[in-house]
């Protein structure tokens, strides 16, 4: 039994000398017909490598002949099999401009999407493959709307989509988590023109307004009102988003105090305009310090009547009677 073992071992290894040595031959030698038989006998066994030696000699001896088109194809799918998808895009991009009137055209632009495909990273990294790749499928269902791949076509897309938008909803979320309020909202505002049915809709909505109440409640005076107002305005636009019991409570709160921190920037913003009025009054000409003495008793009044439990207004009655004792020496 050991011997017959033994012997089938060595019949098997003179085999595959004799078959590489055959192979070798072919390769090196000026028999382009033998080549292309020998290249499509090692395609159908699976040995793309050495199909792929061949065909490249094959298509470059017959370039615009039916066995240079098969050559060419089978180059393409020969990376494609071994899974070297720059290769195969390669051959199947350059495929329908060597052979425009080939019937493979539609597979080959359908394999050249899906090496596109294949090129397309995690959603982590940087997105430019699957920006090419989604370009390569939609012109593939473009030229052929009846094809039996578009609806293959269209679901991967659809997983392209939602990777470049989860991409981007991580960087909304890292803006969030670095507490880079400005950033924040704009990445947010960004992606929600961007993605308006987005699975992430919900969360993106809270991170905007948020980081807008933040940005608001921290802003000098000189900003302060218009971010105030801003925030208030994405509040009421998010409303309903914001009725799940997840984001309910806070950002109920957060709009509450918006609207008492918007009374406070009216009221220093109507003190401020008191102060104005009256140094603006300090004119050598007396029609302009007569016009802003009394702008200032008329802000006063004004002031008065909406604040008058104010804690600026003993300071902004100060302004009045200097206001009302100049009026009257005048």
């Known amino acids: 039994m050991k011997t017959i073992t033994q ?34 006998r090692m395609y159908d066994k699976k040995m793309y490598d050495k199909a792929i030696n061949l065909y490249e000699q094959v298509y470059q001896y017959y370039p615009r002949t039916d066995k240079g088109e098969v050559s060419y194809f089978r180059l393409g799918e020969g990376f494609y099999f071994m899974k070297d998808y720059i290769m195969a895009g390669y051959y199947f991009g350059q495929f329908p401009s060597r052979f425009p009137v080939s019937e493979k055209n539609e597979r080959v632009l359908f ?36 094809s039996q791949y578009v609806d293959s076509c269209n679901n991967i897309m659809d997983r392209l989509r939602l990777k470049i938008e989860t991409k981007q909803f991580q960087a909304v979320k890292l803006y969030d988590k ?37 940005l608001a409640i921290n802003s000098v005076l000189s900003k302060k009102k218009e971010r105030i107002e801003d925030a208030m305005e994405l509040y009421s636009k998010y409303y309903t988003l914001f009725i799940d ?36 009054s300090h004119s050598s000409s ?45």
Request: aromatic share 12%.
């Open 7 to 40: 012997s089938i071992l060595i019949l098997v290894s003179v085999l595959l000398i004799v078959s590489c040595s055959d192979y070798n031959k072919i390769l090196k030698g000026t028999d382009y017909d033998a080549k292309f038989d020998e290249a499509n």
């Open 111 to 146: 394999l050249k999407a899906i090496c596109s495909v294949q090129n397309s990273p995690n959603y982590t990294l940087d997105q430019t493959e699957t920006e090419i790749a989604l370009n390569d499928l939609q012109n593939f269902v473009i030229r052929y709307p009846e």
């Open 178 to 214: 670095m507490d880079d309020n400005r950033a924040a909202v704009a990445s947010a505002k960004s992606f929600l023109e961007e993605y308006p049915q987005s699975t992430f809709l919900k969360q993106v909505a809270f991170i905007h307004f948020e980081n807008a109440y933040t």
């Open 245 to 280: 019991e997840n984001y309910s409570n806070k950002t109920k709160k957060h709009n509450d105090r918006l609207v008492v921190e918007l009374g406070k920037v009216n009221e220093q913003y109507a003190y401020n305009e008191i102060v104005e009025m009256y140094e603006a």
């Open 286 to 330: 007396m029609h302009k310090k007569t016009y802003y003495l009394e702008e200032t008793i008329k802000k006063f009044n004004t002031f008065a009547k909406n604040y008058p439990n104010s804690d600026l207004l003993e300071k902004a009655r100060s302004y009045f009677k200097k206001a009302e004792r100049e009026l009257g020496n005048s």
